[in-house]
């Protein structure tokens, strides 16, 4: 079967690089004769018929922003068979024959209920939360790992001045990617993340404790949102130690901002993958990095797959940190 008409939606939470991704879709699209509808707003559009035809003009000049030219929503509805059955119209209105979901593990979820009510999906992998087990990289990861650090190497400057401990709390959702990988990038002398249990003593005030008898005189300790208690954390900290404790909460200027490189070469591999899978009439599929190559497996396979262990890069930073 070949398709000659699809839809594309960004879904979830935004992520720099998902645009570059949306014009690589469009793009490959009209290389296969495939004409693609941009659905605003996620799966609340899907719902709505909020859809238009993409061109390789309406692509033009988003490369390099940040966020996503078709919006992305969280969609409550979607979850409801009855709103489904209303977005499978929509899309038969549209003559909609295969969906290219952008998102998260949610919005994978989301597509897996509507393929299995006959809509053709592939999806994406764009999160900065970079917490898809299926794939080694998702669309916004770099960017917003560039961001914090860059806020982390400046929170350090002025913990150095003022010999202070910075407590920095990083995004993730309930993922600790961005904790530990800027943890170490950073340099932090403790890094607590939600899927490794932490004892306060132990793994907070006792690098900070060993490090000031050594003569360091300023502490770095970044914490992933998903632990859930960075205010606490930082007022315990001060309390234990008697050393001044400011906590900064980047929050969501990790969002936002021009694609790095690498977002923009992701995201144009991987929309152009997508879109080259449906064009070879092969459906359902999740775009997946692997071994440093783009390769695509079932979505249904790619939500049962186990995230990887954070042990031997958590003993890799508290070693380094010494
Ligand atoms: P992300 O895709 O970034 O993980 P969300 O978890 O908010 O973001 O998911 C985006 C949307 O995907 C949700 O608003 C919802 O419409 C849909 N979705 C999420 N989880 C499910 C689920 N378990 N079943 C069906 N749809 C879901």
Redesign the pocket.
């Known amino acids: 079967m070949s398709i000659k008409t699809i839809g594309v939606l960004t879904?979830?939470?935004d992520a720099p690089g998902m645009n570059a991704a949306l014009r690589a879709v469009v793009r490959t699209g009209i290389a296969h004769d495939i004409t693609t509808y941009g659905i605003n707003r996620?799966?609340e559009g899907l719902i709505n018929g909020e859809f238009e035809k993409l061109t390789a003009r309406s692509v033009s000049g988003i490369l390099q922003r940040g966020g996503t030219i078709i919006r992305t929503?969280?969609?409550?509805r979607?979850?409801d068979k009855k709103f489904r059955d209303r977005a499978m119209e929509m899309c038969k209105v549209f003559g909609i024959e295969a969906l290219v979901v952008i998102?998260?593990?949610?919005?994978?979820?989301?597509a897996?209920?509507f393929l299995k009510e006959g809509m053709n999906c592939v999806v994406i992998p764009a999160?900065i939360d970079n917490d898809i087990s299926s794939t080694e990289y998702c669309i916004g990861y770099d960017t917003a790992l560039n961001t914090a650090l860059s806020a982390i190497d400046k929170l350090r400057d002025t913990a150095y001045s003022h010999e202070r401990v910075a407590v920095i709390e990083v995004m993730g959702r309930h993922a600790g990617y961005i904790a530990i990988n800027d943890g170490i990038a950073g340099g932090a002398d403790a890094i607590v993340i939600p899927e490794l249990k932490y004892n306060f003593q132990q793994d907070i005030i006792k690098p900070i404790m060993e490090g000031r008898n050594r003569g360091k005189r300023d502490h770095c300790i970044v914490i992933a949102e998903g632990v859930g208690d960075t205010a606490k954390i930082c007022k315990d900290i001060e309390e234990t130690t008697g050393i001044r404790t400011v906590c900064t909460i980047l929050g969501y200027i990790q969002r936002g901002g021009s694609p790095s490189a690498r977002d923009r070469l992701m995201a144009s591999k991987m929309g152009f993958k997508a879109v080259e899978i449906l064009n070879e009439g092969r459906f359902n599929k999740a775009i997946c990095l692997k071994d440093n190559k783009i390769v695509d497996i079932d979505i249904e396979e790619a939500l049962r797959m186990e995230k990887a262990s954070f042990d031997y890069d958590m003993n890799l930073a508290k070693i380094l940190a010494m």
């Open positions: 879904s979830g939470g996620g799966y929503a969280r969609s409550e979607f979850r998102g998260g593990d949610g919005s994978y979820r989301g897996l209920d999160t």
